[in-house]
C-alpha cells in the first residue's frame, strides 16, 4: 500500500435544526439550507466530520426527529462524530436559589422545566448516536466531543463528563488536539461574571454560555489537554476566531438556523455553511466555506422558541400522521 499522506482533511458543522412537516412547527428553508449544506460536504475527500450538535427542530420532545437526524447523517460518505444540543436533548438547567427551577422568569417563555435537559433524553440521543463525551486518536489528531451543559446539572452525564476530561492528560498525547462542544464556554472571556437569568439584559449571555464555577474547572481542563482548537456553536453567528490562552475557539455559523445576537458584533457571520479543516505538517487550517443555498425563510407555520408541550397545536401539522409528544 502506498504511505499515507500526510495531509488530509475533516470537517466541522453544527446547527442543522432538521425538522419536519408532520410537527406543530415547521421551517422548509432550514431543512433546504442543510440539504444543500450536506451535499457541499459528500462531495469534499474527508476523513470524518463532526457535528456540533442541534440537529433536530424538537428533538427533545420527539424521538422520530433523533432518529430521522441519525439517518440523515448515514447517506454522507464518511463517518460523524456527534454531541446533542439543547434543541435535541433539552435546556440547561435554570436554577433559583441553587434548587428551584425557574419558569419563564422575564417572560420570554424559554425556560420551561419541562424542556430542561433530562438523563432520559441524554440516554436516548446517546441510544442513536453513542456516548455524549468521547474521544479518539486520528492520524495524530486527538478529537474530543462533549456536552457542557450538563455541568451543574447534578445528572448522571455531569459525572461522566468531568471523568472524561480530567483524563485526558493522561491519554496518548497527539500532535493536534481539537475539542468540540455546543454552547459557548463564555461570550467573551473565561473571566466574565455569572450571569443573572432574571435580569433580561443578561438572559441571552446566561442562555448561550456556560454558567462559573464550571466554566473556569471546564477552560482549565481543556488547557492542561493541550487543546488548540475548540468549537462552538449554538448562537447560529459566526465570529472571528479568538485565541484565548493559545486556544483557537471558533463560535461557528449554523448550518440551517437563522443567525441570533448578530446586531452585538459588527464583524459577525450570518451565512450558513461548514468549517473545512485541512491538516499538514505544520497545522491546521480551518477555513469557512458558505452554504450553497442560503434562502430567506419560505412557508414556515408554527411558533418560535421553546413553547410547552401542552401549547404545541400538532393539529397545524401539515403531513399527516402528525406527531404527538414523546413519539
Known sequence: ??????????????????????????????????????????????????????????????????????????????????????????????????????????????????LNMTAQRLDLFSSYFGSIHWTFMHRDVRFTGFFAAVAGSGLPQEERLWSMLERLPKLPKAKHHVAMMHYWPFMESPDEPAWDITNGDEYDNWYFSIDPPHRQRLWKLLLDASVNILFCGHV??????????????????????????????PDADTRYGFQRCDVNDSGIEVTFIPGDEQCDEFDSFGPMGHPPPELRDYSKAREKPPLEPGD
Open 1 to 114: 500500500m502506498p504511505p499515507q499522506s500526510n495531509i488530509w482533511t475533516f470537517l466541522h458543522v453544527n446547527d442543522s435544526h432538521m425538522g419536519t412537516p408532520r410537527s406543530f412547527r415547521f421551517r422548509p428553508a432550514v431543512n433546504a439550507r442543510w440539504a444543500a449544506i450536506k451535499k457541499q460536504m459528500s462531495e469534499v475527500d474527508a476523513d470524518l466530520l463532526i457535528h456540533g450538535g442541534d440537529f433536530t427542530r424538537d428533538g427533545e420532545l420527539h424521538e422520530f426527529e433523533i432518529q430521522q437526524a441519525r439517518e440523515d447523517l448515514e447517506t454522507l460518505p464518511f463517518p460523524a462524530f456527534v454531541i446533542p444540543g439543547n434543541m435535541d436533548v433539552g435546556n440547561k438547567h435554570a436554577l433559583q436559589n441553587g434548587t428551584k427551577p425557574l419558569w419563564d422568569p422575564i417572560g420570554l417563555g424559554w425556560n420551561d422545566p419541562e
Open 236 to 265: 447560529h453567528t459566526g465570529r472571528p476566531v479568538q485565541v484565548v490562552d493559545g486556544i483557537r475557539v471558533y463560535r461557528t455559523q449554523p448550518a440551517g438556523n437563522t443567525a441570533q445576537l448578530a446586531e452585538r458584533w
